[in-house]
């Protein structure tokens, strides 16, 4: 029963990172291709490090709840049995949820750029690029969507 255990919440983490969307600036979704994007250079003033929430979807609490009530059903007999299987899925579905969050919460940088036009812009995007202050880059808007690149 341990073996089935684990190898379900190995499966869960596996399918949660896969479920992951991402935020980098290098990502693009399939509908903004071909699609006219506003490019805007500018000079970072400032990067900070910031932390990107992890997805909260009911994957991760039906999966754990289904782990949790099938461990707990195989605690006692009988009644206790049923009652331990219902208190483990809902044991179990709050930490399944918890997982998802922890597993696909990501990196990210809060960068500041003043805009060569003037103004004061900051945009929040995976860490999976370096921005120093005083580097120039360019801003890249499209459909409510903005991405700072080099």
Avoid: W
Avoid at 2 to 15: D, E, K, Y
Avoid at 53 to 66: D, N, V
Avoid at 110 to 131: H, M, N, P, S, W
Wanted: charged content about 20%; proline content about 1%.
């Amino acid at each position: 029963m341990r073996t089935t255990q684990l190898l379900a919440v190995s499966l869960l983490s596996l399918f949660l990172a896969a479920c992951a969307s991402s935020n980098s600036g290098s990502v693009y979704s399939r509908d903004e291709a071909r699609k006219v994007q506003t490019i805007k250079t500018g000079i970072v003033e400032s990067v900070r490090q910031v932390k990107l929430e992890g997805t909260k979807t009911p994957i991760g609490t039906i999966a754990g709840g289904a782990v949790g009530g099938i461990a707990g059903s195989s605690v006692g007999g009988g009644r206790g049995s049923a009652i331990a299987a219902v208190i483990g899925a809902v044991v179990g579905g709050l930490a399944g949820s918890a997982a998802e969050e922890g597993l696909t919460r990501k990196d990210g940088l809060e960068i500041t750029v003043k805009l060569d036009g003037g103004g004061l812009v900051a945009v929040v995007q995976e860490a999976d690029e370096a921005f120093l202050a005083g580097e120039k880059v360019r801003l890249i808007e499209s459909g409510g969507t903005t991405r700072v690149s080099h």
